[in-house]
């Protein structure tokens, strides 16, 4: 009985450090979007813009994309610790909470969008600016619903327990995610480089044309 309380006590506490790592990862990786958004944010989005009719409507395009990029990081944190907590819940065999709170949050988000962009009621006009902070908005709706649910259920959720008096990490299971995590990611970049840098002209054979659909 003793050992199999040890086996399960540690058991808890590396759902613990797994769950710390997720939300430190989440959040560093947050952090670096956001400088590289603030920094570079024209430049990323210049690369999806084309004057092809030469009247400047780009630089209006930028503008707007600018605005919106400026409100949207903010709903980037929400989104990040999101994702740590919505990642163990569903672990613990829990997959209908994350996925009313994904609900929730389309349907917050497609409500806002129509309020906020056209000013529907007492809500003001904000155009674009208006659907950037309807999705902030439906972000933290989604991560209260989760981190709600989560702190208010900690007897599904044993890894909360603690996940907090204490922020440390020990280093051998910090270097084993790594070693093991670490192929998985650059796996994962590899696969996106090579999306991207298929030919153009070889990507038609996968398009799919509207009387091939018809057929």
């Known amino acids: 009985v003793t050992h199999l309380r040890n086996k399960l006590v540690a058991h808890r506490y590396l759902k613990i450090r797994m769950f710390r790592f997720k939300l430190y990862a989440a959040l560093l990786v947050t952090g670096l ?7 570079c944010g024209d430049n990323l989005i210049s690369l999806y813009l084309t004057d092809t009719a030469g009247d400047g409507a780009t630089d209006v395009a930028l503008g707007y994309g600018l605005q919106y990029l400026g409100i949207m990081v903010v709903g980037l944190v929400p989104f990040a ?9 569903k672990e613990t065999g829990q997959t209908m909470v994350p996925m009313a709170a994904s609900f929730v949050a389309v ?8 309020l906020l962009i056209f000013g529907i009621g007492p809500f003001p006009e904000l155009g674009v600016a208006g659907a950037a902070l309807a999705t902030v908005i439906a972000r933290y709706i ?3 619903i989760i981190i709600v649910w989560a702190h208010s259920h900690t007897g599904q959720n044993l890894y909360l327990k603690g996940a907090y008096t204490g922020f440390g990490i020990p280093g051998e299971e910090l270097k084993a995610i790594i070693v093991k995590g670490f192929p998985l990611m650059l796996n994962a970049i590899n696969l996106t480089k090579c999306v991207f840098e ?4 070889k990507k038609k054979l996968f398009q799919i044309t509207p009387q091939q659909m018809a057929n």
């Open 81 to 89: 610790v999101n994702q740590a907590y919505a990642t163990n819940i």
């Open 107 to 114: 349907g917050s988000n497609a409500l806002l969008d129509y």
């Open 33 to 39: 979007t956001i400088l590289l958004f603030l920094t």
């Open 142 to 144: 989604e991560a209260f």
């Open 198 to 201: 298929f030919p153009k002209d």
